[in-house]
């Protein structure tokens, strides 16, 4: 069978310009996931940076529930330091202010590794259920426990209100006020520390405060065990 020349010439054609298609879009493809593979890298390495800064917060928190638990522990044995109303009513506002202190994890750039789909495109899958356990299972735990914890710090200042007064002074820092306790005015009942229902709110209150500090500990290794991976596998993250 005879192939004319003017046939073989368009078929000639016909391939030269269907090759330049497919290696059109060969390289778009590529293009494009060389483009996803950098915004996934690009977002795990703000996600280190986010995480260390969440580390910090995160002592800032510890450090407050540890001094309410002082604060109860004070209280709740009587220790002979409480030798006035002013002590008494200072760790009491010290337990009000600070037994409800929550850790709010910054979720903006996991959210964004999901919604760009950059989440699937990290292939340590050991880090990718790091991650999800961290920024999911985590925090829904975390937000029971604060709700929880919000309404018994409720009921804590509602149950004193008939059984202790005092006024504390507000010190304004940059963005934020201090939690330390500065108690100008007060008044308590008499045999406050005796009383049935102030011991039962704060015993009730070292609970669930040491139950929170174990929530923290886990954020805390998970954290550290995401940065750990992160320095190990994102090229743009040195340790």
């Known amino acids: 069978m005879n192939i004319s020349p003017s046939l073989k010439k368009h078929s000639l054609e016909f391939l030269v310009v269907f090759l330049g298609i497919l290696s059109s879009f060969a390289i778009d493809n590529y293009l494009e996931a060389a483009q996803k593979v950098d915004q996934k ?6 996600l280190y940076l986010s995480i ?30 409480m030798t006035s ?6 760790h ?9 202190i929550s850790f ?10 999901i919604n760009t789909n950059s989440f699937e495109l990290i292939e ?16 829904e735990r975390k937000n029971a426990a604060d709700l929880k ?15 202790i007064y005092y006024r504390t002074k507000i010190q304004e820092l940059e963005n934020s006020v201090s939690l330390s306790t500065v108690i100008y005015d007060h008044e308590l009942t008499e045999n406050f520390l005796s009383d049935p229902e102030v011991l039962g709110y704060l015993s009730n ?26 320095e190990s596998s994102s090229p743009g993250i040195k340790g």
């Open 41 to 46: 890298n690009l977002l795990l390495d703000e």
């Open 52 to 81: 260390n800064e969440d580390l910090a917060q995160l002592e800032i928190v510890n450090e407050a529930l540890d001094d309410c638990l002082n604060s109860i522990e004070r209280l709740i044995g009587k220790s002979s330091a």
């Open 85 to 90: 109303d002013s002590i008494i009513a200072y």
């Open 92 to 100: 009491i506002s010290n337990v009000s202010a600070k037994m409800a």
């Open 104 to 113: 709010f994890p910054q979720k903006g750039i996991y959210n964004q590794l």
């Open 124 to 139: 340590d899958r050991e880090l990718r259920r790091k991650i999800s356990d961290l920024y999911e299972h985590l925090d």
């Open 149 to 163: 914890f919000d309404f018994f710090a409720e009921s804590f200042d509602k149950a004193l209100l008939n059984k």
């Open 205 to 230: 209150a070292e609970k669930r405060i040491y139950f929170y500090l174990e929530l923290m500990k886990k954020y805390a290794q998970s954290m550290s065990e995401i940065t750990s991976r992160l």
